[in-house]
């Protein structure tokens, strides 16, 4: 059962245009989300995050916009460089049912390509 | 300060044999997660540790595989007589002491693990 699913497994954008990966989710105990971005052959690396009292967070050139009542959430890249090519990650937080930890829930990542 | 450490890179067993990777969190995190990457898929969780405890383990096969984060020294993921399907990127996480509040995970660079 995919609690966390990005439906599209691969992107592919203009250099300068606007990209948008979606992501969403099925639990409603989810109250904190995380984009990762991941290069081949390396580890992923922190994007950006929103927490679920937001319904958005901007970062320069990326921004995640949250809908709860979708239980959806998007990362848009303006404008999209090159650089930006990578696997993104959606990742969702919950606490767990013991103490203060949490675990993230993953999805299983959108491919973005960007054209020169 | 050094990021998150995963030995060896890359790692080659026959079937049958046992797989040790090794995790280094960053300086300071006492909160360390594996996850699996099998080819063409997304990141699956496996296990979240503390110092000397297994907080989660829900992700872990039931069989040939355990994990540790003793006192002193690094994490161990432990995949006893190594099959095929084992064959994958691991990747480790780490996060400082956050009581639940603090969402966001290092990522070392992996671990590719190919069995022969």
């Known amino acids: 059962d995919q609690q966390v699913k990005q439906n599209s497994p691969s992107l592919s954008v203009q250099e300068g245009r606007i990209s948008i990966l979606n992501c969403d989710y099925t639990?409603?105990?989810?109250?904190?989300f995380l984009w990762y971005k991941k290069y081949p052959a390396e580890g992923p690396t922190f994007l950006i995050s929103i927490s679920s009292i937001k319904d958005k967070n901007e970062d320069g050139r990326f921004t995640v916009f949250l809908n709860k009542s979708a239980k959806h959430l998007s990362l848009h890249i303006v404008p999209s460089q090159p650089g930006d090519s990578a696997v993104y990650f959606c990742?969702?937080?919950?606490?767990?049912?013991?103490?203060?930890?949490?675990?993230?829930?993953w999805g299983l990542g959108t491919s973005l390509a960007v054209n020169p | 300060n050094a990021g998150v450490m995963q030995n060896p890179r890359h790692l080659v067993r026959r079937r049958g044999q046992e797989a040790r990777l090794r995790c280094s969190p960053m300086k300071g995190h006492s909160h360390v997660y594996w996850y699996r990457q099998l080819p063409e898929e997304g990141l699956k969780f496996m296990v979240y540790l503390q110092k000397e405890n297994i907080i989660d383990e829900s992700g872990m096969p039931k069989e040939r595989f355990s994990a540790e984060f003793p006192k002193e020294g690094p994490s161990i993921l432990r995949i006893q007589q190594v099959v095929r399907g084992d064959s994958a990127a691991y990747f480790c996480?780490?996060?400082?002491?956050?009581?639940?509040?603090?969402?966001?995970?290092?990522f070392g660079p992996g671990t590719r693990l190919t069995v022969l």
């Open positions: 639990n409603s105990m989810f109250d904190y």
């Open positions: 990742a969702a937080s919950l606490r767990l049912e013991a103490g203060n930890n949490r675990k993230l829930i």
């Open positions: 996480a780490s996060s400082p002491l956050g009581l639940g509040i603090y969402n966001e995970q290092f």
